[in-house]
């Protein structure tokens, strides 16, 4: 797994082959920070990364500098994995080991992106873009970014904004209002 860019741009980081986790590609990563780019500046965003698994996303954010960096992930050795990256890199990414569906209900801060990477099998997924959206987790404006297989479609959400394809990855971006 690659870093793309920022301050710890090229940097690899070995993910053990027991992992289960399925990491975001690197060109279906590279493409959608491309879009995000041209949106917003990346040193004004916090960020939510639900569903965390290697922390390939959150590892990201934080290095293009992002004010802020939440990494939800439920499974233990993952959260060690991306704890344990985020102190190596000096990354301060925050990391809650718990069920992103008890984060998202809890609700107590605001993100300007939200960022979900749910197994794609996961019976909640068609549930989490209504859940966040109607949540208070996503400021105003802010995108709701969902990675999902091909069996998925959103179009019918009156907020979908942008859907892209890379090879098997689906990403289907959301606007708050």
């Known amino acids: 797994m690659r870093i793309i860019s920022g301050q ?27 879009i995000i780019a041209n949106h917003f500046d990346f040193e004004d965003l916090s960020v939510l990364d639900l569903f965390s698994g290697t922390g390939s996303i959150s590892y990201e954010f934080a290095s293009r500098g992002c004010k802020s ?5 439920i499974e233990p050795r993952s959260a060690a994995f991306i704890k344990k990256n985020s102190d ?23 993100f300007d992106i939200i960022f979900a990477d749910p197994p ?24 709701l ?10 179009d019918s959400n009156p907020l979908i904004i942008d859907k892209r394809t890379y090879g098997s990855v689906h990403f289907s971006i959301f606007k708050k209002q």
Do not use: C
């Open 88 to 110: 190596t890199l000096n990354m301060g990414i925050k990391i809650w080991k718990m069920d992103a569906f008890s984060f998202i209900a809890r609700g107590k801060e605001k």
């Open 69 to 73: 960096v939440h990494a939800i992930e």
């Open 145 to 154: 970014i969902l990675e999902h297989g091909k069996d998925n479609s959103f």
């Open 8 to 34: 710890h741009k090229g940097r690899t980081i070995e993910v053990h082959k027991k992992f289960t986790a399925r990491p975001t590609t690197d060109y279906a990563k590279e493409s959608i920070f491309n």
């Open 120 to 143: 794609y099998d996961l019976d909640k997924l068609k549930n989490i873009p209504e859940l966040i959206l109607k949540s208070d987790l996503l400021q105003v404006g802010g995108w």
